[in-house]
């Protein structure tokens, strides 16, 4: 596994031209040797943790091979409009070793490059919107890949050889400034029918289907589908909304959640005041973690971790405060209008931060990155279902041992609760093609009880800000995941808090599934496919 990290890393970096045919093989070259590499070991004969690596590394290689495979087809859909390459392929590929080139031939090379892609770039302009937004992309990736390579050779040669200097200026700036330019033409001929919508939200994203949500959840090993997981949601979320109540109810605000909501949103710290009230919230957290023995908490992670402001361009994205080494604070700042400082003053308040210190710190994500690269750091299994999926759980851990002092605390930790279950809720009705972002956000005001820039924020970051189509409801599913685990091994008398913290955090980050499999010391198949049913309420 450290190999064939180290062997990816210097792969990628000598072929840097991305989307291009060579790469795109030697990397399939790659894969397929470490495919059959795997297959040479006795996979009976390897421990638990052995065929927990050996069945993640397949995995993963099986993934990167489907996606070689889908770029090639898209490649191969688009391969006339980048059909002027090869002389630019060819003299990067020269260029890697330093060949003196015959600049006047590579010259006049690049002068016909560029009267084929003006032929191009005349035949595509006349052509009406015909591209899939896929295909818009790669195509865009592949035209930025000729750029790259050819300003890799001029910056290599240039100045230093005066003949390629003397040749090269004018071909060069001229086939860069036609490339940039159909780059741009390139984004205008995506068929609008094939596009998703401004519903009026101001949010585009990508809606990915039924077929690829069903080999996402496949590869992150959870057994089931997009609609039982929504159902699960609802049911949870049915929970919350009977706990609610109960708080609401002692608030002497009868059944109207809303107004005892209300109530606690306006609890907000003073402006300038934010990060004292965190450090505060923080000491709490820590302070009833130790306590109860829960986990071991290292000295260093828990002396360095520090503190940031966010930005307001950010907290467009990110609302709430985030965490890891650095905890990094959404307050307003005296550039905000009015609205949206109040929006997010009452968004942050201590009773809703309360409710999350522990997830973005420790023992959530703070530690999760500390213990990461202190333990089997060979381990690159990145998942959302443990990284947001561990820092959830211990919201629902807290929970059970009333970490929450008050109704008002009460209320804190249902609000982000019930937004996790509207995480799984939203996210996947919106991926398979149900919902519109402008529907979740609204259903973020009306059900969880979001200020509507927040509800915006939320939306917005999870559409279109990278993250991939099962993060957002990776944060409960995990969550409960770890929580079903906790009961297996921790109620039944089997290990401590303890022991069963400290062993998940030194196994570094990996699908839940396969934890579950190194702490019960499961038999495994070559051949496993998942199929633990952990949600049982």
């Known amino acids: 596994m450290n190999e064939m990290s180290a062997d990816h890393g210097s792969l990628s970096r000598f072929y840097i031209v991305e989307s291009s045919p060579e790469r795109r093989e030697r990397f399939r070259e790659f894969y397929q040797s470490y495919l059959s590499r795997l297959e040479d070991f006795t996979f009976n004969q390897l421990s638990v943790n052995g065929r927990v690596d050996y069945l993640l590394v397949k995995g993963d290689i099986n993934r990167e091979l489907r996606g070689l495979d889908e770029e090639k087809e898209e490649y191969g859909k688009i391969e006339q409009w980048v059909s ?57 990736d592949v035209v930025k890949g000729h750029q790259t390579a050819l300003q890799s050779v001029y910056e290599f040669y240039n100045e230093y050889d005066p003949d390629f200097t003397w040749w090269m200026e004018k071909p060069y700036a001229n086939l860069m400034e036609q490339l940039k330019a159909y780059s741009e033409l390139i984004a205008t001929k995506v068929d609008e029918n094939t596009l998703s919508k401004d519903d009026g939200s101001g949010i585009i994203g990508n809606p990915v289907g039924a077929k690829e949500l069903k080999n996402l959840l496949e590869d992150a090993f959870i057994p089931y589908s997009a609609e039982e997981l929504v159902e699960i949601a609802n049911k949870e979320f049915a929970w919350c909304d009977k706990e609610l109540l109960k708080a609401s109810r002692e608030m002497g605000f009868g059944d109207d959640w809303k107004a005892a909501q209300e109530k606690v949103k306006q609890s907000y710290v003073p402006e300038g005041q934010q990060p004292e009230a965190m450090l505060d919230l923080y000491n709490q957290s820590i302070d009833f973690l130790k306590k109860n023995d829960l986990l071991t908490i290292p000295p260093v992670a828990e002396e360095t971790w520090r503190m940031q402001m966010m930005s307001p361009a950010r907290q467009k994205i990110a609302p709430f405060f985030l965490g890891g080494e650095t905890l990094m604070i959404s307050y307003p700042t005296n550039t905000m209008d009015h609205d949206d400082k109040m929006m997010s003053m009452r968004g942050n308040n201590p ?61 804190g930790m249902l609000f982000w609760r019930m937004h996790r279950c509207a995480r799984i809720i939203f996210s996947l009705n919106y991926h398979l093609g149900k919902w519109t972002p402008q529907q979740c956000i609204d259903y973020l005001v009306d059900r969880v009880g979001h200020e509507r820039a927040n509800a915006e924020g939320e939306v917005r970051r999870s559409f279109t800000a990278r993250y991939g189509p099962l993060y957002q409801l990776a944060y409960m599913t995990g969550g409960m995941q770890f929580y079903a685990l906790k009961k297996e091994l921790v109620d039944s008398g089997k290990m401590t808090y303890k022991e069963y913290h400290d062993a998940v955090l030194r196994e570094n980050s990996m699908p839940v599934e396969m934890v579950r499999a190194i702490l019960t010391n499961q038999p495994l198949d070559k051949n496993y496919k998942t199929s633990w049913k952990f949600y049982d309420r």
């Open 351 to 411: 009773h809703f931060s309360r409710a999350t210190v522990h997830h973005e710190l420790i023992a959530g994500h703070h530690l999760q990155g500390f213990m990461n690269r202190r333990h089997k750091t060979y381990r690159n299994f990145r998942t959302p279902f443990w990284t947001e999926g561990w820092a959830l759980y211990w919201e629902l851990i807290l929970w059970d041992m009333d970490f929450p002092r008050s109704p008002e605390d009460r209320i």
């Open 84 to 140: 002027y390459s090869a002389p630019i392929y060819e003299v990067e590929k020269l260029r890697r070793r330093g060949t003196h080139l015959d600049a006047a031939k590579v010259a006049a090379q690049l002068n016909e490059t560029s009267k084929r892609l003006k032929e191009l770039t005349e035949q595509l302009g006349k052509t009406p919107p015909f591209l899939e937004q896929n295909l818009s992309r790669r195509a865009l």
